[in-house]
């Protein structure tokens, strides 16, 4: 079993910054990928992006070149550094994970981008 939890959620003006981490706790072996995903009101949740243990990275077209996800292995956290925030960013942002057995979710963190 995998527990997520995440920080560094917030209210932040477009233009802004904010970084995310989200730690994992529990028993496990090891884990294979970790990342971000997020839901808008009424909106379907998508993949932000995500990281494997050999650090090769995805990112959402529309965050490319914004945001940045990177991984501390030895403390099992993974982060997501996020720069030139804009109002479509704003979500709830959700860690994953999985060990190779399952996938796990947290609880989630508002962003709010907003003026």
């Known amino acids: 079993q995998v527990q997520l939890v995440e920080s560094g959620g917030g209210l932040v003006q477009p233009g802004g910054s904010l970084r995310l981490s989200c730690v994992a706790s529990?028993?496990?072996?090891?884990?294979?990928?970790m990342g971000w995903y997020r839901q808008a009101p009424g909106m379907q949740r998508e993949l932000v992006a995500d990281?494997?243990?050999?650090?090769?990275?995805n990112y959402a077209d529309s965050v490319k070149g914004r945001f940045t996800v990177s991984r501390d292995n030895a403390k099992n956290t993974v982060f997501l550094q996020m720069n030139n925030l804009k109002p479509e960013d704003t979500a709830v942002y959700y860690c994953?994970?999985?060990?190779?057995?399952?996938?796990?979710w947290g609880q989630g963190t508002q962003v709010t981008v907003s003026s």
């Open positions: 994953t994970a999985d060990d190779y057995l399952h996938d796990y």
């Open positions: 529990g028993t496990f072996f090891s884990i294979k990928t």
């Open positions: 990281i494997n243990s050999g650090g090769s990275t």
